[in-house]
């Protein structure tokens, strides 16, 4: 007889968004009157740029000619998408990234989940709390997380760094020692970020320690201020300790489209053991890469044209972040984030938990948000609201929520 993973059955209940939706489906429906304006998935919803579409558009007509078809991509990624991410994203910013140390993908979310293959089955992860649940399920399901206590909301063998109002909700450096530690600076759900300097202390932390940083940095695009790192490997020592993910959903849009990369340095090793052929052996073994079309959509990203253009959709979302921001303090809520990151985070009025404010807002003013504590034991009283809508919702979103206070 067969059997199944059965590190699966220990995942708690259902995915926070199936519920979110599925609430919000059902009130759609008892309510077909109303309204319902959607602040909840971290989906963008402005259209893809002119210059990327050009440049798809070109890609399929050269698909469709002997001289312009292209197969298999290869391992890592073409060339011409690598040179512009070592380019733009990395030597602009003073830093040599090397373009076989950059990793092709289809987005950050399957990279954050897959990374770990390359890691050993005993190594004790670190997270923030709240954090995107992905770090967490993905080492459950391999078996590293020991027991989930649904009383806490916690796997006894997860190191869980509380993000909390009194530390601007940055985690501190942990008092027990890890073997991985995720970090996902602008942050998703708090829409917090660190400084430079503190980074650095991270760095200097996980070097010590010999430990590996998984770095999320797939809100880069959205960093306004001047002492935040725009890559990790702007640190003294990051080539040493991290792995930097990134995605072209939130910057360009790609959500529909699926493209982002790894950057695993080659100075990267577990004592003798360098994880750059590891990783390269995985994503050669497992997977066939992005698509000839989608990795010329990414090219166009990195053009002059293309970049003025995303300059002008990340300002339109930022624009958003501070209609709620400033509106919502303005009423009188306690409300983060908003300034490096398209994400908004707020305490829920009167002491109700996240689910408590989820439901009266979507019950008396039609809006929906995602309760904090899906996203961790710490998010518990707290609610994020994303500036991913248009601009004419959130206004009316904000002036809804407003009149609850
Ligand atoms: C949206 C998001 C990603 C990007 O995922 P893709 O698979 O590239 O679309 C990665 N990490 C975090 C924290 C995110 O919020």
Not at 280 to 304: D, F, L, M, W
């Amino acid at each position: 007889m067969f059997t199944v993973n059965e590190n699966y059955l220990k995942l708690p209940g259902s995915y926070l968004f199936s519920t979110v939706g599925k609430k919000e489906r059902e009130y759609r429906a008892a309510n077909p009157d109303k309204k319902v304006i959607k602040l909840s998935i971290g989906d963008v919803t402005q259209p893809i740029a002119p210059a990327i579409i050009e440049a798809m558009h070109k890609a399929v007509d050269e698909m469709g000619t002997a001289e312009g078809f292209h197969g298999y991509a290869p391992d890592l990624g073409y060339e011409f998408l690598r040179s512009a991410i070592a380019k733009s994203d990395y030597k602009a910013r003073g830093v040599d990234i090397d373009i076989d140390e950059i990793f092709v993908s289809d987005g950050a979310k399957s990279d954050s989940a897959n990374i770990q293959e390359i890691l050993g089955p005993d190594n004790i992860i670190a997270v923030g709390d709240p954090v995107y649940p992905v770090y967490v399920d993905s080492n459950a399901m391999a078996g590293r997380t020991g027991e989930y206590d649904s009383a806490s909301g916690m796997w006894n063998k997860v190191i869980y760094m509380p993000c909390l109002e009194e530390n601007g909700f940055a985690p501190k450096l942990p008092e027990k020692t890890p073997d991985v530690i995720y970090l996902c600076f602008p942050n998703n759900p708090t829409g917090a970020t660190i400084t430079k300097d503190e980074l650095q202390k991270w760095v200097d932390y996980a070097n010590e320690k010999k430990a590996l940083i998984i770095y999320d940095a797939a809100y880069e695009a959205y960093i306004s201020e001047e002492n935040v790192a725009h890559t990790i490997y702007e640190c003294d020592g990051a080539k040493t300790c991290a792995i930097e993910l990134k995605s072209f959903s939130k910057n360009a849009g790609f959500t529909g489209v699926r493209l982002g990369y790894t950057v695993v340095p080659k100075e990267l090793k577990s004592g003798d053991v360098a994880l750059n052929p590891l990783w390269a052996r995985r994503h050669g073994t497992k997977y066939n890469g992005a698509p000839y079309i989608i990795q010329r959509a990414g090219e166009a990203v990195y053009s002059e044209a293309g970049k003025a253009e995303l300059k002008k959709q990340v300002a339109y979302y930022m624009n958003n972040a501070k209609v709620i921001k400033e509106g919502l303090a303005s009423a009188g809520y306690s409300v983060s984030g908003g300034v490096n990151a398209p994400y908004i985070w707020l305490k829920t009025l009167n002491g109700m938990t996240s689910w408590e404010f989820f439901d009266y807002l979507l019950n008396e003013v039609s809006v929906v948000g995602t309760p904090g504590s899906g996203f961790g034991p710490s998010g518990e009283g707290y609610f994020r609201l994303t500036a991913f809508g248009t601009y004419e919702n959130t206004v009316e979103a904000i002036d809804r929520l407003k009149k609850l206070i």
